[in-house]
């Protein structure tokens, strides 16, 4: 079971609620995400694009516009160079766009992810020299290709790096300074470069690219447009909901409601989405997964077409194929989470003893299907609550990709490992690497010997934001917590919680058994609805141990009374003209 704990930060939320004209709760729950300041509660609440950071704020703007503007003025032929995932894919798009609006000779590629491998590689570069290219503007990748930006320069080119990743570094000894290792490019645009002084480095390569054309003087109208997949891209690469992501989706969430791209229409109409309600939600667990499905089983060009497709009725079975094969990946990806299980089921067996159980799990799947392997890795992180690397089999060695926890960087503890790989890149909580069969073993042996994670980080932690009694809840209060959306990786929906709830009756349903719903009462008597999504079965085991045949009776009929200690969040339910507070159950004890 998790570990439970609740917010204790301190603030005068009386006279914040009454400075912004909210509940004292809500100022609470802005104070939990460490929203401090009245300049900053101000920007959380009701931030807009003006709040936005100018684009010449970030390091080697200034030499990216020039060199792209002399570009567009020669007609030089330039190229971009995305990546095959949302924020590859969503910023090739906006600067394809966005150089075509000013008048560029600009075309595209995206590596394929079996054939090339993650971005800049020598045959690309060669193909560009080979069809006359002048400039390669990259997005989304570049950090980490020196090698591939000197031969691009070898055969005549300039390039121009946009990314976010982390820059690679070296450490001249343990514990020493590290030592970055920039790209030789004409320019390089990444918040997270050495000596940058941009306020937030938290952006996606999608957002600067949509910088960039900021900067670059795109056409306002245009550059609204654009803010859609920047939108898109910010939540479907995982970025925290902080700061200017936090006012770029929320604008881009509002345009999305009534787009007229008719690549996203079609995407949203074929997945039975209402365009009017699309939130954070449903990009980062329906439509962005279409998106990553192209460049994970076939080619990311796909996905890109869908963007770049001007005309809705051509879209639209682009969009139809994009989740048919959404579709085929989901079941590819539990089957993989099966064979996961089963592998460490077995080493856990094998060990005998839970000291000797890996604190960072390597799993070797030889027939994973290699994009699949982050997802996998992170369905078993979710799983064990362990820093997890999946690897698989691929046309020349094993390849591989890590989901983290808090408390461990990936990214740095590869680093020092990074004489074992052929390829690696990422950040602290993901990363994706390549190495020769032989040296697995060695990975394993290395990353466990240098873990210094204890039980306690492997045991999962729930924050509780407020401990709110269900009688508290009413409409108004519901609507009011719509002020700290979007929700997302940086901004969770608030967390309440609430002792000895009495369980009276229980209703299973949902076609795979999946739905739970309790009727009531708080320790007021006071009638709710509770409703449970996920693991039923897990729950049904969990109150069987504690209250035996109550438990069953419980289901079949009702008339007990059994406490239930739980997490909720709170929905307004309307179903056929009837509104109903229903309290979704999200952790219970």
């Known amino acids: 079971m998790a570990n439970w704990f609740v917010a204790a930060k301190k603030a005068d939320f009386d006279a914040i609620a009454k400075k912004f004209d909210i509940s004292p709760v809500l100022a609470r729950l802005i104070r939990n995400r460490d929203v401090c300041g009245e300049e900053e509660i101000r920007k959380y609440l009701y931030g807009s694009i003006q709040d936005l950071y100018a684009p010449e704020l970030l390091k080697g703007m200034d030499q990216a516009v020039s060199v792209i503007k002399s570009a567009i003025e020669a007609k030089r032929k330039i190229r971009v160079i995305g990546d095959y995932d949302i924020d590859g894919v969503c910023a090739t798009y906006i600067l394809v766009r966005s150089f075509q609006s000013l008048g560029a000779d600009v075309d595209m590629a995206i590596p394929h992810r079996i054939k090339d491998g993650y971005g800049l590689n020598d045959h690309l570069i060669e193909q560009a020299a080979a069809e006359k290219v002048e400039l390669i503007v990259t997005c989304d990748n570049g950090i980490a290709a020196a090698d591939q930006i000197e031969l691009a320069h070898r055969l005549g080119m300039q390039v121009i790096v946009t990314d976010h990743h982390e820059v690679p570094f070296t450490e001249e000894n343990p514990g020493g300074e590290r030592v970055y290792s920039m790209p030789p490019a004409e320019a390089v645009v990444d918040p997270k ?11 996606c390569g999608a957002v600067v690219a949509w910088k960039l054309a900021w900067a670059l003087g795109v056409d306002r109208e245009l ?101 048919n094969l959404n579709d085929s990946r989901k079941e590819m990806t539990e089957a993989g989470v099966r064979q996961a299980v089963k592998l460490l089921e077995r ?10 159980r890996d604190k960072v799990l390597i799993l070797y799947l030889p027939d994973c299907h290699e994009s699949l392997a ?50 690696f890149g990422g950040h602290k909580m993901a990363a994706g690497l390549s190495l020769v069969k032989e040296n697995v073993a060695k990975l394993r042996q290395r990353l466990n010997e240098n873990c210094s994670l204890t039980e306690d980080d492997f045991t999962p932690k729930v ?58 009462l708080d ?10 999504f996920g693991d039923v079965e897990g ?33 307004l339910n309307e179903y056929r003209g009837r509104r109903e507070i229903e309290f979704v159950v999200t952790n219970y004890c």
């Open 347 to 356: 080493k856990e067996r094998d060990s005998f003893s839970s000291d000797k």
């Open 223 to 323: 550059l609204n447009t654009l803010l859609e997949p920047a939108a898109f891209a910010t939540i479907g690469d995982v970025m925290e909901l902080k700061d200017e992501n936090r006012i770029i989706v929320k604008e881009g969430l509002k345009r999305m409601s009534h787009t007229s791209h008719p690549g996203l229409r079609a995407l949203i109409e074929v997945n039975k989405l209402d365009m009017r309600k699309i939130e954070a939600y449903h990009i980062g667990f329906v439509l962005g997964p279409c998106v990553n499905a192209s460049g994970r089983l076939e080619s990311a060009a796909l996905s890109l077409k869908l963007w770049l497709e001007e005309d809705y009725k051509k879209a639209v079975p682009m969009a139809a194929e994009l989740k």
């Open 193 to 203: 470069q050495p000596g940058e002084t941009y306020p937030f480095s938290g952006i």
């Open 539 to 571: 729950m049904e085991k969990f109150l069987l141990e504690k209250y035996g045949a109550d438990a069953g009776r419980l289901f079949s009929g009702g008339g007990v009374s059994l406490p239930l200690t739980i997490t909720y969040y709170p929905n």
């Open 463 to 520: 924050h509780i934001d407020i401990a709110l009694p269900l009688s508290y809840v009413s409409e108004g209060f519901i609507q009011e917590l719509e002020l700290l959306a979007p929700f997302g990786t940086g901004n969770p929906k608030p967390v309440f919680a609430q002792k000895n709830v009495l369980l009276r009756s229980g209703r299973i349903f949902g076609k795979n058994r999946n739905v739970v719903k309790f009727d009531a």
């Open 523 to 532: 320790q007021e008597n006071i009638a709710h609805t509770l409703v449970y």
């Open 374 to 423: 982050g997802i996998i890795a992170g369905r078993i992180r979710e799983k064990y609550h362990r820093p997890t690397i999946v690897l698989t089999d691929a046309e020349e060695g094993v390849k591989g990709s890590g989901r983290s926890i808090e408390g461990y960087d990936m990214f740095a503890h590869l680093s020092a490992c990074k004489d074992l790989f052929e390829k």
